[in-house]
């Protein structure tokens, strides 16, 4: 007699798979659903996070399937927004965002929102969900093509959320007041996320400036990807970004500091995280190199180095004027221990934090300058045509000048290197290809400290003894300290053997190597900086013998071997950290050999 399957029996009974018996297709026992399992086997329990976990999932996949249903071209105007206000709206939710990640969900969203440049409403939704996906900072994945396209497309939309002139203008409202409350309670619950995408301004929100601002946090997780090199460029992004760091460029030139400080601190922000984009964007790609040149005749480059000029002055204005209330308050202090007041003191303090809290802007941004004409001066060939093309421009040499002489002194410790590196590292670029930037920088005269002119070479002479000077004593003092800590761990161990915890043992040590480590970090900045005064000295004097003669009678030994080791060592290290990027090795190489052959 053949076995009956029931539903009531004492020993059997009927299991179901979760996901397909919560499917709304599928609500009936059949063989897919049903089927005869031992009641004492314990693989087919679930505990109960389980099941809510699961129940989770299956919801938020159904919502997710849901919402890009009503996404789709062929649903109505209304039934599309609705969608994708719903969706911005859990987009807000960080979990949401995750899950959206997760399942790698993105892709069909875009496709959903191909055609979201003909409605004002769908771009403003549009612009804030990929906004907000692109925040959780690991959307490498997810990002492709299409993504970048359609932002691009939404940064050329010719109306922002405050012109309003399509034929569904009432949804364009409707959608404009929901994303912009939607964004504003974000950043008023997290103030990162509004530090970190400056140009959204949530009192005048503007579709352009979401899109613009999704392409920058895009650029700069994904910009190491050559897709997004080479696509950037062939959408037409090159221009945006030049006409957006237009933009806020002269924000910062046209606007007085004092009076709209808030202002130009964002436009600080904003031109900032833009240059780090074309920098990452720019690495290793001639294509874009010479896409920025002659995108506006070159209008990119003057610009730069006016904003150059304009961090320079402020920040040398701001040290100035930081010693002079520094002086100001000492002797308010001194007057005011004899009348019993501190007035002056507290006037003085507190109009000096007023007027230069944006001092670590003005750096970043300076940096973010220097390291976008490093790449744009970048010459593939010996035919120097980038670098003559920037080298050309008006007051550039006098201010690597200041960056490289004068301006480290007003500048923290911690500073001071960067912008020296990168200071000298441009003219070595300028230079190395193109014999007009190497007479033009031969040609500056100089004033030494004793208030004697001095030639470009005895300057950079002057420098290059003084930093290798200053790498020596530093190596000197490293190998001291973690001698004469070795020396003490050594006998402190032994008492603390017989006397103390091991505890104070453990302090000590972790004290010894970070001072040994402070002082290893300062031998490597006046290392590299006397290398690179090196090189930049070699590709300056490029076979002449009266240069050659100079640098000899003011190097020590009179002679060019410590200056050939000092650049041997730095191409070894330069070897062992990039060892993809050849064109410099085989520029330090061909500068040895050059100094090799007067030595």
Not at 20 to 31: I, Q, T
Not at 270 to 290: D, F, H, P, W
Not at 353 to 368: E, M, N, P, T, V
Request: hydrophobic residues 40%; charged residues 20%; glycine residues 4%.
């Amino acid at each position: 007699m053949a076995k009956r399957r029931i539903l009531c029996s004492p020993r059997r009974k009927v299991a179901y798979n979760a996901k397909s018996w919560l499917n709304p297709s599928v609500r009936g026992l059949d063989e897919s659903v049903c089927r005869e399992v031992n009641v004492d086997s314990p693989q087919f329990s679930r505990t109960t996070h389980e099941l809510r976990e699961l129940g989770e999932s299956q919801k938020l996949r159904e919502d997710l399937a849901y919402l890009v249903d009503g996404l789709q071209p062929e649903q109505s105007l209304s039934t599309r927004v609705l969608s994708a206000e719903s969706f911005a709206i859990k987009c807000g939710e960080r979990s949401f965002r995750l899950h959206l990640r997760a399942h790698g969900s993105l892709p069909s969203l875009i496709v959903a929102f191909r055609d979201a440049v003909r409605y004002q409403c769908l771009s403003v939704c549009a612009a804030s969900i990929v906004f907000l996906l692109v925040q959780e900072g690991s959307v490498d994945s997810d990002v492709d093509m299409r993504t970048l396209a359609l932002l691009i497309q939404l940064i050329k939309l010719k109306n922002g959320w405050t012109e309003l002139e399509d034929a569904s203008s009432n949804h364009s409202v409707n959608a404009h007041m929901k994303m912009t409350r939607l964004l504003r309670d974000l950043f008023e619950r997290d103030s990162l996320m509004l530090m970190c995408n400056p140009s959204v301004d949530t009192a005048h929100l503007r579709v352009a400036d979401v899109a613009m601002e999704a392409v920058l946090t895009m650029g700069l997780l994904v910009a190491a990807r050559g897709w997004f090199k080479e696509r950037l460029r062939s959408f037409g992004g090159v221009p945006v970004l030049v006409d957006y760091i237009q933009r806020w460029s002269h924000t910062i030139l046209d606007n007085d500091w004092t009076v709209s400080q808030t202002v130009v601190d964002r436009a600080l922000l904003c031109c900032t995280k833009a240059l780090c984009v074309v920098v990452t964007i720019t690495e290793g790609n001639i294509a874009n190199i010479r896409a920025l040149l002659d995108h506006n005749d070159n209008g990119l480059i003057p610009l730069l180095v006016n904003l150059a000029e304009h961090c320079h002055s402020l920040l040398l204005s701001d040290s100035q004027s930081q010693r002079s209330t520094d002086s100001q308050s000492s002797v308010s202090q001194y007057v005011d221990s004899c009348s019993g007041s501190q007035q002056s003191v507290v006037s003085v303090s507190s109009t000096n934090s007023d007027s230069y809290s944006s001092r670590g802007k003005l750096f970043s941004l300076l940096q973010a300058v220097l390291k976008t004409l490093v790449h744009l001066s970048y010459d593939d060939t010996e035919l120097g045509t980038h670098s003559t093309l920037v080298g050309q421009q008006s007051n550039l040499i006098d201010l690597l000048w200041q960056c490289v002489l004068y301006l480290p002194e007003s500048l923290p410790s911690g500073e001071r290197y960067d912008v020296m590196v990168l200071a000298i590292v441009l003219l070595i670029n300028l230079v190395i290809h193109s014999p007009y930037n190497r007479q033009q920088l031969l040609s500056v005269n100089l004033t030494s400290s004793d208030n004697h002119s001095v030639s470009t070479i005895e300057e950079l002479l002057m420098l290059y003894n003084e930093y290798t000077a200053k790498a020596a004593a530093a190596e000197e003092q490293t190998l001291t300290h973690l001698q004469s800590t070795k020396d003490k761990l050594l006998s402190t161990s032994t008492k603390t053997s017989r006397n103390s915890s091991s505890s104070d043992l453990a302090a000590s040590i972790k004290q010894a190597l970070r001072s040994a480590q402070t002082t290893a970090d300062e031998h490597l900045e006046n290392a590299m900086v006397a290398a690179y005064t090196a090189l930049l000295l070699g590709c300056l004097v490029q076979n002449d013998s009266d240069y050659i003669d100079l640098m000899k009678s003011r190097l020590p030994k009179n002679n060019l071997t410590g200056m050939i080791e000092r650049l041997q060592w730095y191409k070894e290290y330069f070897e062992s950290n990039f060892a993809e990027d050849r064109h410099v090795t085989d520029n330090i190489s061909k500068v040895v050999r050059t100094l090799q052959r007067y030595e």
